[in-house]
C-alpha cells in the first residue's frame, strides 16, 4: 500500500469515527447494525472502529442491550472546552470596559499545543490597531501572553512545551532558554509581563494572569498597541488596570486571593 492510500485510509477511518460518535449523540443509544446502516460498511468494519473508541472511553456499551452510549471521556473533552468558553464568557464585558480605558487591543489566550490560543479580543477605539488574533496560536516565547502563560508552569514543563529551539522573529525576540526562564520566573514574581518588539517590531504588549479557583494560570489577558502609541506612561496605566482586571476575572471563576 503507497503512503497516499495509507493515508487515504486513515482520513476515512477519523471520518467515520466521528460520524459514530454524532450518530450515538443522535440516538442515545446505537447497535453496531444501526451503525453499520448507517455509514454504509459492512459490521465488521464499524465493529473494530466502535472497539476503539471505547477502548479511549469515548463510547461505553450498556450491558443490558449490546448497544453503545457516549463514554465519560466525552464529558472530559467537552469539560476543556467549556472551561475555554466560561473565561472568554466571564472576560467579554471586562475587556471591553479595558479597551475603552486604555485606548488598546485586549486580548485573552490560553495555553494549548505549545502555543498561546488568542480566545477573545476587544479592539480599541484608536485608528491605529494591533492585528485580530482571534483563533490564532501565537508563540509563547515572544509574546507578553506567552510568558504569562509559562509562568503557570514548572522549568521542566517550560522545557518540555517550548522544545529545544526558539524562534526568532525580530533582533529583540529571546532565543535563549536559559534567558526566557529567568524572564518568566521575573513573570511570575511581578505578576505582570511586558514585551516590546519581540514578535513585531513596533508592537508593545502587557499582560497579566487569570487563575482558576486553585489559583493555577489558566489564561493571560493583555493590552497591546503600536509601541509609538502605547508609551511608558500608558503601559504603566494598562499594566495596573490589566491586573485589577485579570484578579476580577479569576474571581469570577472561582480564585481568591489569601
Known amino acids: ?76 473533552l467537552a469539560g476543556a472546552t467549556t472551561a475555554r468558553l466560561d473565561i472568554a464568557q466571564e472576560a467579554r464585558p471586562i475587556t471591553k470596559m479595558l479597551a475603552e480605558a486604555t485606548g488598546e487591543t485586549i486580548n485573552v489566550a490560553v495555553l494549548s499545543d505549545g502555543a498561546a490560543l488568542y480566545l477573545d479580543q476587544a479592539s480599541s477605539t484608536s485608528s491605529v490597531q494591533s492585528h485580530n488574533w482571534v483563533g490564532q496560536r501565537i508563540p509563547l516565547h515572544a509574546t507578553s501572553n506567552g510568558k504569562v502563560l509559562l509562568s503557570g508552569l514548572s522549568e521542566d514543563g517550560i522545557r518540555e512545551t517550548l522544545g529545544a529551539k526558539l524562534t526568532r522573529y525580530t533582533p529583540h525576540t529571546v532565543t535563549s532558554v536559559p534567558q526566557l526562564l529567568t524572564q518568566v520566573a521575573e513573570v511570575a514574581a511581578a505578576g505582570f509581563s511586558l514585551v516590546i518588539d519581540e514578535l513585531e517590531v513596533g508592537l508593545t504588549a502587557v499582560s497579566a494572569p487569570v487563575r482558576n479557583a486553585h489559583g493555577d494560570v489558566i489564561a493571560s489577558i493583555s493590552a497591546s498597541g503600536p509601541s509609538f502609541r502605547f508609551t511608558t506612561d500608558k503601559v504603566t496605566s494598562a499594566r495596573g488596570l490589566l491586573t485589577q482586571a485579570a484578579a476580577e476575572i479569576s474571581a469570577r471563576l472561582g480564585w481568591r486571593e489569601h
Do not use: C, F, P, W
Not at 453499520?36 to 471505547?54: F, N, P, Y
Open 1 to 76: 500500500m503507497s503512503n497516499s492510500e495509507a493515508g487515504s485510509g486513515g482520513v476515512q477511518s477519523v471520518d467515520r469515527a466521528v460520524t459514530i460518535l454524532e450518530i450515538i449523540a443522535r440516538t442515545g443509544l446505537a447497535g453496531i447494525t444501526e451503525i453499520a446502516g448507517e455509514l454504509g460498511v459492512h459490521k465488521s468494519t464499524a465493529s473494530r472502529i466502535v472497539s476503539t473508541l471505547e477502548a479511549r472511553g469515548l463510547v461505553e456499551q450498556d450491558h443490558h442491550r449490546g448497544r453503545y452510549r457516549l463514554g465519560l471521556s466525552i464529558l472530559r
